[in-house]
């Protein structure tokens, strides 16, 4: 049986062009874009989704496999996909950074550890509310909801044919605004409840000056930092919904399925 040479074009771009919208997503999405995951894991994935997916996109219209048209065409859905994962990693940076925060305020930012999924230092409590919250991810089926996502962008974004408007791009830019007003949210109890023990301390030191602060206040304060963390812990899965609720609608924004 003879295979003409389009017909073998026509497969491999159908195959290759969601492959790099995918393969984008996961480069940015939450979990599989750790650094401890394997290259070839992600690639397995990616590849496995991509043929399941095929069946059920329109055809990519593609004249040559090999040509200029083709490689914007790919740095296109990389981008694509890397805008949403972009979304759902905001959430977890959400509770990078209020934990960051809140180790400055209790005297425990001197104890960091190696973060898996950027490679750098942070402080052990940031490391802890990001374990916390990537538990929460899969346990309330983020991964679903990304690979929903990625296939109803084929329908928003057919290859070849749609593309991000310059008002999209610049909602993706203000929605990362909210990692920062999250985070502030977050940490704003533990912050106010270790600024009344400061307080507390310094009428003690005004009182009896003897007491001295710099012996006995660092100690008393990461000590109460740990019991306000453990006494906090219950607003964590409360400000995960609402941040992953509130991910979950820009993304349906972004592919033109927001009810």
Same mark, same amino acid.
């Given at each position: 049986?003879?295979?003409?040479?389009?017909?073998?074009?026509?497969?491999?771009?159908?195959?290759?062009?969601?492959?790099?919208?995918?393969?984008?997503?996961?480069?940015?999405?939450?979990?599989?874009?750790?650094?401890?995951?394997?290259?070839?894991?992600?690639?397995?994935?990616?590849?496995?989704?991509?043929?399941?997916?095929?069946?059920?996109?329109?055809?990519?219209?593609?004249?040559?496999?090999?040509?200029?048209?083709?490689?914007?065409?790919?740095?296109?859905?990389?981008?694509?996909?890397?805008?949403?994962?972009?979304?759902?990693?905001?959430?977890?940076?959400?509770?990078?950074?209020?934990?960051?925060?809140?180790?400055?305020?209790?005297?425990?930012?001197?104890?960091?550890?190696?973060?898996?999924?950027?490679?750098?230092?942070?402080?052990?409590?940031?490391?802890?509310?990001?374990?916390?919250?990537?538990?929460?991810?899969?346990?309330?089926?983020?991964?679903?909801?990304?690979?929903?996502?990625?296939?109803?962008?084929?329908?928003?974004?057919?290859?070849?044919?749609?593309?991000?408007?310059?008002?999209?791009?610049?909602?993706?830019?203000?929605? @990362?605004?909210?990692?920062? =007003?999250?985070?502030?949210?977050? &940490?704003? %109890?533990? /912050?106010?409840? $270790? *600024? #009344?023990?400061? +307080?507390?301390?310094?009428?003690?030191?005004?009182? @009896?000056?003897?007491?001295? =602060?710099?012996?006995?206040?660092? &100690?008393? %304060?990461? /000590?109460?930092? $740990? *019991? #306000?963390?453990? +006494?906090?812990?219950?607003?964590?899965?409360?400000?995960?919904?609402?941040?992953?609720?509130?991910?979950?609608?820009?993304?349906?924004?972004?592919?033109?399925?927001?009810?």
């Amino acid at each position: 049986m003879a295979v003409e040479i389009e017909t073998i074009m026509q497969y491999l771009a159908d195959l290759l062009l969601p492959f790099m919208r995918i393969s984008g997503l996961f480069a940015a999405m939450v979990g599989l874009s750790a650094k401890s995951v394997p290259m070839t894991t992600r690639a397995l994935l990616t590849l496995f989704l991509a043929v399941l997916i095929i069946p059920v996109i329109p055809p990519v219209k593609v004249v040559e496999l090999v040509s200029v048209g083709t490689f914007v065409l790919i740095i296109q859905q990389i981008i694509i996909g890397v805008a949403l994962g972009f979304i759902s990693n905001m959430v977890l940076n959400t509770f990078v950074l209020a934990g960051q925060v809140v180790a400055m305020q209790t005297g425990l930012g001197f104890a960091s550890i190696v973060d898996p999924v950027n490679g750098i230092n942070v402080p052990a409590v940031g490391q802890f509310y990001l374990i916390l919250a990537t538990l929460l991810f899969w346990a309330l089926d983020g991964h679903l909801a990304m690979i929903r996502m990625i296939v109803l962008s084929f329908e928003a974004f057919p290859i070849g044919d749609a593309w991000f408007a310059p008002e999209q791009f610049r909602d993706i830019a203000h929605w @990362a605004g909210w990692m920062f =007003i999250s985070a502030l949210t977050l &940490s704003l %109890a533990p /912050i106010v409840s $270790l *600024l #009344i023990v400061n +307080l507390a301390f310094g009428v003690m030191t005004k009182a @009896a000056p003897q007491l001295n =602060i710099f012996s006995i206040g660092f &100690s008393i %304060a990461q /000590i109460m930092g $740990l *019991l #306000i963390i453990w +006494l906090t812990l219950d607003n964590l899965t409360h400000h995960f919904t609402i941040m992953w609720d509130r991910a979950q609608t820009m993304m349906c924004q972004l592919v033109l399925v927001c009810p």
